[in-house]
Structure formats: structure tokens, C-alpha cells
């Protein structure tokens, strides 16, 4: 019955911009921490990004400053805003959520972010 969707993923230059959002249903509760984490074949996971219910975030240092996290006012929707994009962002973005004690309990599809040179 949980599912998080994740949608805003494609192609995109370097330097250019995309927007992934994710929609969580099926929870009683509203996830305490929404996040982001993003995998390349041959590198292992990676965590991005973080946001609780009550607002505060934090991130990697590898996306510090470019990448912004956000949630809806009904916490059921969580968003990652990407600029100034590098090849090296490629991945396949995943929408998790959780408790503070396991924040990454769910996870989504993934999406594919591909940023070309």
C-alpha cells in the first residue's frame, strides 16, 4: 500500500536545470524525514539529501549549494530542484521515506537523470 512516485527525470545539458518530484501515499502517519539518494552503475549509493516534516534539511557536500529539497504543505509530496548540473550527476534518483530512526524504510522506482556534456 506505501508507494512513492518519482517524476521530473530526463536528459539535460551540463549547466541546465531539472526539477524530480515524488509522491508518497498509503502511509497512516506523514513521513517524519523525506530524502533523496541517487546511484551510478559501478559507485555505490549515495545519499543526497534530506528534509523532515518540520522543514530542516541537509545535504551531501557533493550537491551543496546546487540542489535545493522541499516539501509540500500536506508533507505527501517532496521535491528536489537541480541546477547547475555536471556529468557526473548522472544517476537514478530514488524518493525515500521514513522515521528518524530509519528515514530510508520506502523507497520509489527511481528515476534516470542524464546530463550531457
Known amino acids: 500500500q506505501v508507494q512513492l512516485v518519482e517524476s521530473g527525470g530526463g536528459l539535460v545539458q551540463a549547466g541546465g536545470s531539472l526539477r524530480l518530484s515524488c509522491v508518497a501515499s498509503g502511509m497512516i502517519l506523514s513521513p517524519n524525514v523525506m530524502g533523496w539518494h541517487r546511484q551510478a552503475p559501478g559507485k555505490q549509493r549515495e545519499l543526497l539529501a534530506t528534509v523532515t516534516s518540520g522543514g530542516s534539511t541537509n545535504y551531501a557536500d557533493s550537491v551543496k549549494g546546487r540542489f535545493t529539497i522541499s516539501r509540500d504543505n500536506a508533507k505527501n509530496t517532496v521535491h528536489l530542484q537541480m541546477n547547475s548540473l555536471k556529468p557526473e550527476d548522472t544517476a537514478v534518483y530514488y524518493c525515500?521515506?521514513?522515521?528518524?530512526?530509519?528515514?530510508?524504510?520506502?523507497w520509489g522506482q527511481g528515476t534516470q537523470v542524464t546530463v550531457s556534456s
Open positions: 525515500t521515506s521514513g522515521s528518524s530512526w530509519w528515514p530510508d524504510r520506502y
